[in-house]
């Protein structure tokens, strides 16, 4: 019959206490092969076994064998604790790892994007962010003339440069593009959403919300009225 006895292990720097028979409840384990001699080892001077890994993803490594619960906090990297499990050969772990990844993924994708533009599928319509709070709504009136274009244009030249400043021409066709097709507004997030607002000529402010779908990259536009409508915007990238 085997003893069970306390074993001290030394992950990374950080001291951890467990028994024999919990570090080999998977006895196909890193650990398996560790208590059995298979494996060499190394002894600190506190007679801990020392294992050149981090200590900070030890703990859920800890919980599952005692338990066969996964337990990770919020804070923590599933994806490093994954990479600890596989190098501990803990193979059900880490397919419990995976399957918990695999059901969280839709969430993670629920993330709205703010480092280019949406636009939708007719390439008409782009919402365009410049900072933590303004906002280009581009309006293509070309059928020819792609929105996501003008607004990379609009975002790469926000003021009229400076060589054209002299130019009364330039000066007329630059504030003419943005006349015609360049609103500017303000947005706000509130939860999985961009609330985003246009003023008006009349000083009342107009208001379109949009909702990101699961997949992270689809609007849905409501106009300020009230009035619902699905419309398909998809994010564009600025490269």
């Known amino acids: 019959m085997a003893v069970d006895r306390i074993v001290k292990l030394n992950i990374g ?31 600190d001077d506190r007679g801990a076994l020392f294992i050149d890994r981090s200590g900070e993803y030890f703990p859920p490594i800890l919980h599952y064998l005692r338990t066969r619960q ?12 994954l990479q600890e499990a596989k190098f501990y050969s803990l193979d059900q772990m880490v397919e419990e790892l995976k399957t918990l990844s695999q059901e969280e993924e ?10 280019g533009c949406y636009v939708n599928d007719e390439d008409q319509k782009a919402y365009v962010f410049l900072d933590e709070t303004r906002i280009f709504i581009v309006q293509s009136s070309d059928d020819d003339v792609s929105a996501l274009l003008q607004a990379k244009a609009a975002f790469a030249v926000q003021d009229i440069p400076a060589s054209w400043s002299d130019d009364a021409k330039c000066k007329e066709d630059f504030a003419s593009f943005f006349t015609n097709h360049i609103g500017r507004g303000y947005y706000s997030q509130e939860g999985a959403a961009l609330k985003i607002t246009q003023p008006s000529l009349s000083g009342v402010a107009a208001s379109v919300i949009a909702l ?20 398909s915007f998809r994010f564009k990238a600025f490269t």
Request: aromatic share 6%.
């Open 13 to 43: 720097g950080t001291l951890f206490e467990t028994t024999s028979m919990t570090l080999l409840s998977c006895p196909d384990s890193f650990f398996g092969s560790l208590l059995s001699g298979r494996l060499p080892t190394t002894v």
């Open 70 to 81: 996964i337990v990770v906090p919020s804070q923590m990297s599933h994806d490093a604790v």
């Open 212 to 231: 990101v779908s699961d997949e992270g990259s689809e609007l849905l536009v409501c106009t300020g009225t009230g009035d619902c409508y699905f419309t």
């Open 106 to 115: 839709p969430k993670s994708k629920n993330v709205l994007q703010k480092s």
